[in-house]
């Protein structure tokens, strides 16, 4: 009986496993990790309080990708958001936004 409880148990493991995509590697409260989301986002960067702080890099399933800083979550100065298509704006952005006039560039 022991064997078929724990059998089952390691199948549900390993089965509902696979559906289950929010992880962390490192440290995502204080210090460096990365993060991955359900949907597929994925944080790799400096954390402080379980927020995007400092330099960090996510990139989204739809192919873009923002290189930069963050302060309490949201994109903070200097950084690169470059689309799936190549096309891209280097700048400042302030509480998450773009700031002043866009650099955009398209990659062939």
């Not at 992880?23 to 949907?39: A, H, I």
Request: positive net charge; contains cysteine; glycine residues 18%.
């Amino acid at each position: 009986m022991k064997k078929a409880l724990l059998f089952i148990s390691i199948f549900i493991s390993i089965f509902f496993s696979q559906f289950i995509y929010a992880s962390c590697v490192g440290n995502c409260e204080n210090g460096y990790g990365t993060y991955t989301w359900e949907n597929g986002e994925k944080y790799e960067g400096n954390w402080v309080n379980g927020k995007k702080n400092g330099y960090g890099t996510t990139t989204w399933p739809t192919g873009d990708k923002y290189e930069g800083n963050y302060v309490g979550g949201k994109k903070q100065g200097y950084g690169t958001y470059t689309l799936g298509n190549g096309n891209k704006y280097e700048g400042k952005w302030e509480n998450g936004k773009k700031i002043g006039s866009e650099l955009v560039t398209s990659s062939f």
